[in-house]
């Protein structure tokens, strides 16, 4: 009976060992997720790194291009990428062997808000210059319309009164385009308007 006893007492002895192994592996596991998720947390939370603004220890501020974002506001930029003139140079003393080459500048964003009521587009002319992304946001005041342009394959969603869509291409061709309503005979009744390209 005492061999049993002490059988007994050594299987929950070994019962009870696997529990806490268990449990601290259960325990290790959570701590493992806990830290998976906050480096996962730190990482998607970082803004992503910007490059730099560099130019020639010959250029001065005045003379280098702000790139600006598509809304129009500036890029700051630290101190430090903005290299100032040596005190021994002066802007008179720049050649243009010296003097880096300005990168061209991107083409413009034009962005029009163009409305769309019963059988007119206001405005109806839209001016834009050759290589400008051009981006309309049609605002339909009244009624289905849409905003299509054939020749750069550009168009809205047909929409109802109050909805808002927009669509954006590159004016990549000089010329005078009609741009029109596709609803129905809105075009022959005069839904129309003009894109120029300079």
């Not at 929950?12 to 998720?37: P, Y």
């Not at 019963?118 to 946001?137: A, L, M």
Request: proline share 7%; glycine share 6%.
């Amino acid at each position: 009976m005492k061999n049993n006893a002490h059988q007994i007492q050594l299987v929950s002895s070994r019962s009870a060992e696997r529990g806490m192994t268990n449990t601290a592996t259960i325990v290790i596991g959570l701590i493992t997720l806990v830290v998976v998720v906050a480096i996962g947390f730190i990482i998607y939370r970082r803004p992503p790194e910007q490059p730099a603004i560099t130019a020639d220890e010959t250029t001065s501020a005045t003379e280098m291009a702000i790139p600006t974002l598509e809304q129009g506001a500036p890029i700051l930029t630290s101190p430090k990428t903005m290299p100032l003139l040596q005190p021994d140079t002066s802007i008179d003393t720049l050649t243009a062997e010296t003097a880096p080459v300005a990168s061209p500048v991107p083409p413009a964003v034009q962005e029009f808000i163009v409305s769309g009521q019963n059988y007119s587009f206001t405005p109806n002319e839209i001016r834009v210059k050759q290589g400008d992304t051009v981006r309309i946001s049609f605002k339909n005041a009244g009624g289905m319309h849409d905003w299509r342009l054939d020749e750069f394959n550009a168009s809205t969603q047909i929409t109802k009164t109050g909805e808002t869509d927009t669509v954006e291409f590159v004016a990549d061709r000089t010329g005078r385009f009609q741009f029109y309503c596709s609803v129905g005979q809105h075009r022959q009744l005069g839904m129309v308007g003009t894109l120029i390209v300079e």
